[in-house]
């Protein structure tokens, strides 16, 4: 456990620095709302991504039941730290100058959100394997529908330029989201 406390201390301060720049993203929206014009869309993956940075953070805890750490583990850990505070500074670059708010913003960088996004469903099924074939499968069937059915729509998102189609995703995703914390990381095991 002592090594898994190490361990833990890298990818704390990354998720710490996304969570901190989503927050300051946030706080700009509201102290400069003509300059940060909000989307709601845009909100909802960021209360999406709060939640998941959050989430992820409660459900490493997991990796305590790693028998022996080998530098690659600890570095796709880390990698997969990196890519959520990258997924962060996506949502919310430090300037919006050359846009019309976050409804442009978000359109004109769809590709690279929902690209680094996909990723993040990938990294989540390695990382879960990496607690073991037994822990993946008390996850249950929830856990391979959440997976699966955002992968694909983050690879449909790339492309898509549905309103329509983003707001429910964005929707779904959170949705789904809240629903897996609550079916099966309710408490730390």
């Not at 909802?44 to 959050?54: A, D, K, N, R, S």
């Not at 409660?58 to 890519?83: C, D, K, M, N, S």
Request: with cysteine; aromatic share 20%.
């Amino acid at each position: 456990m002592e090594l898994y406390l190490h361990v833990r201390v890298l990818f704390s301060m990354i998720l710490g620095l996304g969570v901190s720049h989503l927050l300051g993203g946030v706080a700009r929206m509201v102290q400069h709302p003509k300059a940060y014009k909000p989307y709601w869309v845009h909100l909802v993956w960021t209360v999406f991504l709060f939640l998941y940075l959050i989430h992820f953070w409660w459900w490493e805890f997991g990796l305590h039941r790693v028998r022996e750490w080998t530098f690659p583990l600890y570095l796709f850990i880390a990698l997969y730290a990196v890519i959520m505070y990258l997924q962060c500074t996506l949502l919310y670059p430090v300037s919006l100058s050359d846009y019309h708010g976050f409804f442009d913003y978000y359109y004109s960088r769809q590709a690279w959100i929902f690209g680094l996004m996909a990723l993040l469903f990938v990294a989540d099924f390695v990382d879960t394997l990496a607690k073991g074939v037994g822990y993946l499968e008390t996850l249950g069937p929830l856990y391979y529908v959440r997976t699966g059915s955002c992968l694909l729509l983050c690879l449909a998102a790339m492309k898509v330029k549905n309103h329509v189609f983003h707001a429910a995703f964005a929707v779904y995703a959170t949705a789904a989201e809240i629903v897996m914390i609550l079916h099966s990381y309710r408490t730390i095991q």
